[in-house]
T-cell receptor
């Protein structure tokens, strides 16, 4: 069964540094998402992306965050200047066309900001 | 706006016992409902979904859930749990007009003991 893949599985960075989290969605999917889960808390929506543009973003997704689909397969989340509170598990998800297509999630990237 | 409440943060049960994980939602529009499971150090895996039709939906690993519109609930059940069901379970909702964005509950940690 096709999977959403995320790299790296674990990223450690220093406060103030830029990080790029990478995702390869399922190949025929059209809608892409980033979620995050701070340790011990609920999974929170960050941003959705369709047709090469952001379709919705949450309050968390401020100017420090950006997303890009640089080619036909990758979907990236960039954090320009990381803060300690950005430490979390970041999940990428994708879904196919149709309102009721479920989201398929990757295994996540654990970001640790020191 | 939608919200999801999972009433139990932790549910300890013995192996082969039945279990119910509770989920209530609020929404002013019609919704789709989902249960996802997260095994340790893994991503989110879809257990089951309610889109329309029969209010009792069956998912993977012997789980089922019942949509109750009058009580705005979508409780997850399994008649006999296994040690391998130990995981975090998330209830989620999306609305017809929100482009597939999921709103998650806080999660319920199911711990199955021998």
């Amino acid at each position: 069964e096709p999977e959403v893949t995320q790299t790296p599985s674990h990223q450690v960075t220093q406060m103030g540094q830029e990080v790029i989290l990478r995702c390869v969605p399922i190949s025929n999917h059209l809608y892409f998402y980033w979620y995050r889960q701070i340790l011990g808390q609920k999974v929170e929506f960050l941003v959705s992306f369709y047709n090469n543009e952001i379709s919705e973003k949450s309050e968390i997704f401020d100017d420090q965050f950006s997303v890009e689909r640089p080619d036909g397969s990758n979907f990236t989340l960039k954090i320009r200047s990381t803060k300690l509170e950005d430490s979390a598990m970041y999940f990428c998800a994708s879904r196919g066309d149709g309102r009721n297509s479920p989201l398929h999630f990757g295994n996540g990237t654990r970001l640790t900001v020191t | 706006a939608q919200s999801v409440t999972q009433l139990d943060s932790q549910v300890p049960v013995f192996e082969e016992a039945p279990v119910e994980l509770r989920c209530n939602y609020s929404s002013s529009v019609s919704v789709y409902l989902f249960w996802y499971v997260q095994y340790p150090n893994q991503g989110l895996q879809l257990l089951l979904k309610y889109l329309s039709g029969s209010t009792l939906v069956k998912g993977i690993n012997g789980f089922e859930a019942e949509f109750n519109k009058s009580q705005t609930s979508f409780h997850l059940r399994k008649p006999s749990v296994h040690i391998s069901d130990t995981a975090e379970y998330f209830c989620a909702v999306s609305s017809y007009n929100q482009g597939g964005k999921l709103i998650f509950g806080q999660g319920t940690e199911l711990s199955v003991k021998p």
